[in-house]
């Protein structure tokens, strides 16, 4: 079921009459103590809302009011539990977009942490609560960011918009893949993306993210015959057989990857023969894996490979049986991504974009505010970032360390959630001057 509310802001500030390089000089050098106060308000606002997946909790209500507030207009809609947001502004060519999740992991234990796990708790430089990296933070960083830039930003070349679920942390069905579906349908899909996931390692900007590697898991379920231990003749031993199943997909080989893109590898996850008991021999046996590929393989290259050896295997038994789940499509962003067909009629705006790389603009932005140049990588998880990227925009993923997500203490620096909403500013209004 799919609910949906529109909104339109009527308060949009107009834009800065300032030559836009003076502009730009005067926003990147506002109060310090300022942009850390506007970040940490949102971020308090929003952790103390316990928004585990998929539930929002009220946090898309309170983005959305402070989004009103610039001059966005609003488009909420529910789908199966999760809530979404489309945030637009601006009537521009090109299109930019900031992508983020309201929804958090369980807190589980809150004996255990050193505060409310849903109360943003601050002891000096340190600031503590679930959601913090992952990735409220990274939200409320962008909030700042935008509400002390907008007056400088260009509405008749640009349109922003903010792209939120409560679905990233669950299986990521009905979020940000429904989202860019109705973009797509109105012709709207976004040239530019930033991801704020966590994806820094120690401080902000030291790692940037340009690409995820593709995920597929498989469950293989093999049959054979039960027995008793002592009379091995008289049965037919499946976890034998899923031994000797896992050797052959363990020693598989794979691509190699690329220098800025590690290889596929293969996983064994999971090996269960059912309730135990040490004198019996188990007749049916489950054997789980995952496969992390590179971008270099397709989803289907692996099925059909590991498919193929099943059937030559099928002399160890007859009865061998494979399901495949949690598809997850890498992706890997290039100056060339909006280049591609699905921009094909979009001829202004491909046109302006011509030469532009959102990677060397990050990387400008990172250096310029934090004196750092970011490493590039490929490594994690997935993230909702493989749905825009393969629709064709170019996509980095740019956020808060993330050493301490989904742990107990959850937690970030002062310095660092400052130096992301400076990080995202100087981005935004380094466009400008293009």
């Known amino acids: ?19 836009p ?10 109060d310090q103590s300022v942009e850390l106060q506007q970040a940490l308000t949102h971020l308090t606002q929003l952790v103390h809302r316990p928004s585990v997946t998929p539930n929002d909790a009220g946090c898309q209500q309170y983005i959305t009011r402070i989004l009103q507030q610039v001059g966005f207009s609003i488009e909420s809609f529910e789908k199966q539990g999760v809530s979404n947001l489309i945030a637009k502004i601006g009537s521009g060519p090109i299109r930019v977009a900031f992508s983020g999740h309201t929804d958090v992991v369980p807190a589980p234990y809150p004996e255990n942490w050193s505060s ?8 000096g430089e340190k600031i503590t609560g679930r959601g913090v990296a ?3 933070g990274g939200i409320a960083a962008m909030l700042a960011a935008f509400e002390m830039v907008v007056a400088h930003l260009d509405f008749d070349q640009f349109t922003f918009y903010f792209l939120i679920t409560s679905d990233e942390e669950g299986e990521a069905e009905f979020g940000t893949q429904e989202i860019i579906d109705k973009l797509e349908n109105r012709g709207e899909l976004p040239h530019l993306c930033i991801v704020g996931e966590p994806s820094s390692q120690t401080v902000v900007g030291d790692v940037l993210k340009i690409g995820r590697r593709g995920s597929l898991s498989g469950e293989i379920t093999i049959h054979g015959q039960q027995g008793h231990v002592a009379y091995p003749t008289n049965a037919n031993n499946a976890a034998h057989k899923a031994m000797t199943l896992g050797s052959w997909l ?12 590690p290889g596929t590898h293969l996983q064994i996850t999971a090996i269960n023969t059912g309730e135990w008991t040490d004198n019996i021999i188990p007749g049916r046996c489950t054997l789980q894996f995952n496969v992390r590929y590179s971008h270099k393989v397709s989803q289907e290259d692996i099925v059909k490979r590991i498919n193929d050896g099943l059937m030559q295997l099928k002399q160890l038994t007859s009865d061998i049986n494979i399901e495949w789940s949690r598809p997850c499509l890498p992706y890997l962003t290039s100056a060339e991504n909006i280049e591609s067909h699905h921009f094909a009629n979009d001829i202004e705006s491909t046109k302006l974009l011509q030469g532009f790389d959102l990677i060397v603009e990050a990387e400008k932005a990172i250096f310029s505010e934090v004196s750092i140049f970011p490493r590039l990588s490929v490594s994690g998880g997935t993230s909702d970032g493989r749905f825009i990227s393969n629709k064709g925009a170019q996509v980095v993923e740019l956020g808060l360390p993330n050493h301490s997500i989904h742990k107990t203490n959850e937690h970030i620096h002062k310095q660092d959630l400052l130096s992301l909403t400076k990080i995202y500013k100087r981005l935004l209004l380094n466009m400008m001057t293009k």
């Open 21 to 30: 390089k003076v502009a730009v000089d005067a926003a990147l050098h506002s």
């Open 116 to 123: 409310d796990p849903f109360t943003l708790a601050i002891d």
């Open 134 to 136: 992952d990735m409220k």
């Open 250 to 261: 363990s020693s598989l080989s794979w691509d190699e990857g690329t220098k800025d893109f």
């Open 1 to 19: 079921m799919q609910t949906s509310s529109q909104t339109r802001a009527t308060n949009a500030p107009a834009r800065s009459n300032i030559e």
